[in-house]
């Protein structure tokens, strides 16, 4: 019996290790390692500051410059764990998934699928050249002759649900499961989002810098097998 007892403990031990093993921090508390930055106005003036820093082990996307850390690698398949609080006014940010080619989009968004974290519009979706398909499609987006990718299209489709976020100063967690061509989103455990037949299925994480202070003091990123129910 006593043997059975420790070999299902070490069943269990190694169960959980693996578990544990397979997620990766995308953000040490130290450094920016794994992540580069693209702020367009460093183009013009090379004195223009970076918009993100680190501060008190946290990662803070700054209100100004505008602009985009991308992650050096490609990432496919994935749970995404954010926790983050506006740390002033509320605003903008947001986090893009399956981003690619940089500044696709009016020279500084990078093509990719948006995760709104906007104050009061967590979990709306914005498609920057990718697109995505949710249901009550046109009650959300708007007139489907106006869809589209760019431009003054359409691009915004609306969450499921408001009064999900924490009020301001308190943190607030973000799930993003990507799984081959599906997304899907929670904010403080209500879900908020979801959508299919994604033209992407792959690409790199992104964090804006775009006109609001946001402190991140976890993104944790999990192999998935499939998308949750």
């Known amino acids: 019996m006593k043997f059975l007892n420790l070999l299902l403990t070490l069943n269990l031990c190694l169960f959980f ?5 397979q997620k990766k921090n995308l953000f040490d508390g130290k450094s920016l390692a794994g992540w580069h930055i693209d702020v367009p106005a460093k183009d013009k003036d090379s004195k223009t500051p970076d918009a993100f820093i680190i501060r008190n082990g946290n990662l803070i996307s700054l209100s100004e410059p505008r602009g985009h850390l991308i992650t050096d690698a490609v990432y496919e398949n994935y749970r995404l764990t954010a926790s983050y609080r506006f740390t002033g006014k509320p605003g903008n940010c947001g986090i893009l998934v399956h981003a690619s080619a940089p500044r696709a989009l009016y020279g500084m968004f990078p093509k990719s699928l948006e995760v709104q974290m906007q104050h009061q519009d967590a979990g709306d979706f914005w498609c920057i050249e990718e697109d995505i398909t949710v249901p009550d499609m046109e009650a959300r987006r708007g007139p489907k002759a106006n869809w589209g990718v760019n431009g ?3 691009r915004r489709i609306k969450n499921l649900t408001d009064g999900s976020e924490k009020p301001l100063g308190e943190w607030n967690t973000m799930v993003i499961e990507c799984f081959k061509d599906s997304i899907k989103v929670w904010v403080n455990g209500i879900l908020v989002n979801e959508g299919a037949y994604c033209t992407a299925s792959k690409g790199q994480i992104a964090v804006q810098a ?3 202070e946001v402190e ?11 998308i949750s129910k």
């Open 17 to 21: 290790f693996s578990a544990c093993a």
């Open 152 to 154: 003054n299209k359409l």
């Open 210 to 212: 775009e006109g609001s």
């Open 216 to 226: 991140f003091r976890k993104l944790v990123l999990q192999p998935i097998k499939k």
